[in-house]
């Protein structure tokens, strides 16, 4: 019981962060129908600067803002340089294009910092554990990523649903042309979307550094996962966004112990071990077909 | 009285607050052209789209020859009769005026699960193409690529894609728009012509060529049929003066 | 003319190869550009002839490569069967995960054909019976009716018969009425439908078609690199795939030959200079897309 509470918030953690790179996502494709195979980089990119801006100001927090800002800065320079002249283009255009620029990233980081898995350490007021209940502790990190999540989360709904910016990018979401109609230059509401979505996602990326090993690629599954989310969420939307984060990252920890749990239960210990895996592995594919059979849309998506 | 082709019984259609078909009941009888007209927003466009299977009705059932077909998808509506043209010029552009119409045969056929064959070579479809297009007048053009056809020459095309597949019903969406004078008056001679092969359902704003062509005309005016009856009956509505007023009628 | 003598020309150069004074590593290179060609052609029946974006033809490949593993494993290493459930296998994940992507179009039918072929390559790293992430090395080639047709040099010659054949099954394929019904599907969907032809139908078939003709790819390619891993399934792969069909010119069978020769020369002549290659493909690709605006070869459709 008391693991299923951990891997609970462990799912949670994971979706926070799956929100945090689907935010940014599925806006750019909500607002400007445009394919960034390439956000999962920034996510990656956010986490080396991060490692190494760290390093370079000797603090934790340093490197967070810095190279945060830095990861948002980066994409807004691959929007001018490259981005900008997919708009309008084909899907297939636009994903070869930016399937271009992740071959190319990767490699790159590959080249600057090695292909040794780097690591960067928790800032020390939140590198200790905490009593969650009686008999179990649990670190203080994750409970802050998760609060981070909620953070943006909450500022993100805060700003699309209160302000004339909010307002414009729904409108954009559902009706670009419109919003040129308006009188709106959105060249400059597209980089601010862009800008911010990938200020976010190499925000995720410095925050999970701690956590995981960063190494070039890092970002690709982490891409796809974020890609599982906008489609269960729903192309466009925050909120499915959000939703969908949760549930891709409960279904994901959870599935893998209650599965494994379940087929030991059903089945003699050597075969569990053999399908338990590869099935939990599914789930949140399973999940997200189950979600297009029913929403073809999305959960929060507009029905065709 | 014979069976309608078409039976439309109280068919609504609601989205969020706006009711964009509202109760809508009417019949085409075989051999006839029934045209739908009314002023802009009236809900012209869902009926057809709901007609066809686009759009899935929120109360009301359609019938087509007396099948039931309120939720049937599209191309299962198209096998028991039903043809369109779309309001916006739709043709398949890679392919030559030929290939479009043979393609509208083959699915008449049923037969495009046949992975063997060349299908340029199938006699069957190329005569059955070859025929509608010389029905509607583009017997010349049947190997020009339809991508590279006139706009009136791309209407003269869908009609003979609807023509090929012999049906009991066409569902034509405004099939004069954008046509010059020329191509007007060629077009609703051939409209006419039409009636023989089957019943015609007309959705159309040129006032002149639906008074010519319809036999019997039923208006929309904000998803309610405010009026249905002959051409003369029509004319003399004071609902439907009062509908168009100012509009030139 | 020349384009109806350019595939038998192609085919006579892949059948000369093998005879040239050109070294080992050349026919190696040669015996990977056809399978991958296989793959491409196929992909090429889904992507050029029937428009559909699929970012997931690695996951076929993948399922018909483990299909040789795991007959393998349980002694089966006859190309009776494990064709049939190579090949069977992929068209039922096609069934099942095509129904699913066509309720979706554009970007979505994208990102979920990739979600499905990374499904694919994270439940192949779980299998721990065939080496989990780490991969399956195979006790011995599948032979065909107990001879050792696909041993040594003979895979070259099943490889080449192989690309000949698929050749010209897709060929008729793509002329038939199913063909001219899945390209028109591309060129416009609601019109099909109104010509009573179900659009959903005709799409699902080329995808399982087309998973059926990667799943023998597949099984070429777990015979040559006598190999199989996850990594097969890997998301770059079905990236490539997409590269070499875009490359060889949307809707032509032996322009995905070319474009598969292209990539696998970039990747294995470059990888012999410099391990950074992905670097350079990146680059490149990124300028062709933006710079070459009819398509990579000139030839794209809209």
Redesign the interface.
Known sequence: MTLLLVQALNGIQLGMLLFLIAAGLTLV?GVM?F?NLAHGVQYMIGAYLGVSLAALTGSFWGGLVLASVAAGLFGLVLEWL?FR??YG?????Q???T??????????T??IWGSNPLELAMPDALSGSFLLVPGLRYPVYRIAVMAAGLLVAAGLAVVVNRTRVGMLIRAGATNGAMVSALGVDIGRLFRLVFGVGAMLAGFAGVLAAPLVSVEPGMG??LL?LA??V??IGG?GSIRGAFVAAVIVGLVDTLGRSLITDGAHAAFSAGTS??IG??V???LI?LV??VV??IR?AGLFGKPV | MAEPVLDIAGLSRRYGALQVTDNVSLQVMPGRIHAIIGPNGAGKTTLIQQI?G?VRPDAGVIRLGGRVVTHM????R??LGL??S?QIT??????TAL?NV???A???A???????????K?AELNRAAFAALTRVGLAARQGVIAGRLSHGEKRQLELA?AVA?QPRLMLLDEPLAGAGPEETARLVALLGSLRSDCAILLVEHDMDAVFQLADDITVLALGRVIAQGGPDAIRADPAVRAAYLGEDF | MIRRLLPWLIFAVFAAIPFLPVGGFVTLVAGRIMIFAIAAMSLDLI?GVGGL?S?GHAAPIAIGAYAVAMLDAAGLNHLEYVLPAAMGAACLFAVI?GS?AL??R???F???T???A??VF??A?????YGGDDGYSLTVRTDIAGQNLLKGGNLYFASLIALIGVWLLLR??V???????L??VR??R??????????T??EL?ALVIGAGIAALAGVLLANEAEFVSPAYAA??RS?SL??MV?LGGLGSLHGAILGAAVVVLFEEGMGRYTQ????I??????LA??FLRNGLAGVR??
């Open positions: 494709f129908n394919v490259i002249h997919l283009r084909s899907d297939l255009d994903v070869l294009a399937f271009g620029v992740i071959l190319a990233l990767n490699e790159a590959r080249i690709d599954n796809i890609f599982v906008i489609v192309v071990a053999r895996p590869a939990a592995s599914m594919y997200m077909a297009l059979a073809p | 066809f686009a998808a599209p191309h299962r198209a096998r043809a369109r779309f739709s043709v398949l552009p890679d392919f290939e043979a393609l509208a083959q699915g008449h049923g037969s495009s699960l046949r992975f063997f064959g060349d299908v340029g199938s894609m597949v | 992507l974006p970012f995960t699913v309720r979706a554009g970007i979505n994208i990102m979920i990739l979600a499905f990374q499904m994270f439940a790293g779980s299998l721990s019976d008729m394929i002329a038939s009425r199913f063909g001219r019904a390209s028109a060129q416009n609601v019109r099909v439908q109104a010509m009573g032809i179900n659009a139908a005709i078939t998301w770059g990236g997409m590269v875009i950074h290659w992905p670097l493909f990146g680059v490149l690709l990124v897309v933006l459709r809209g």
